[in-house]
């Protein structure tokens, strides 16, 4: 079963940052997919933060423009999710995920940020 398998999740204090990687597994190859990452916060539902679409355009959130940086390394079969200046409203579970042309989508498993003094 393919897989994406995520890293990098943590408690941290305002203004601090973190990486969030997710990497293909089990045959998973994102070259050619869509990606992203997206965060769901407890009692909201689900919402995109950044992606790369398959031409290869990054959009993020207007939350999130500025401060985080969606890139991809093919030879690393890897997505990135860079999050600086971290906001107490950052805090949720985040998820990778990849689409393909045929629509059908891969989730990583969720990796926890909570940000708070």
């Known amino acids: 079963q393919v897989q994406l398998v995520e890293s990098g999740g943590g408690s941290v204090e305002p203004g601090a940052s973190l990486t969030f990687t997710c990497a293909g597994s089990r045959g998973l190859h994102l070259d050619g997919y869509a990606v992203g990452w997206s965060r769901q916060a407890p009692g909201k539902e689900r919402e995109m933060v950044a992606g790369?679409?398959?031409?290869?355009?990054?959009v993020y959130a207007q939350s999130v423009k500025g401060r985080f940086t969606i890139s991809r390394d093919s030879t690393k079969n890897t997505i990135y999710l860079q999050m600086n200046n971290l906001k107490s409203e950052d805090t949720a579970v985040y998820y990778c995920?990849?689409?393909?042309?045929?629509?059908?989508?891969?989730w990583g498993q969720g990796t926890q940020v909570t940000v708070s003094s």
């Open positions: 790369i679409k398959s031409d290869g355009r990054t």
């Open positions: 995920a990849a689409e393909a042309d045929s629509h059908e989508v891969f």
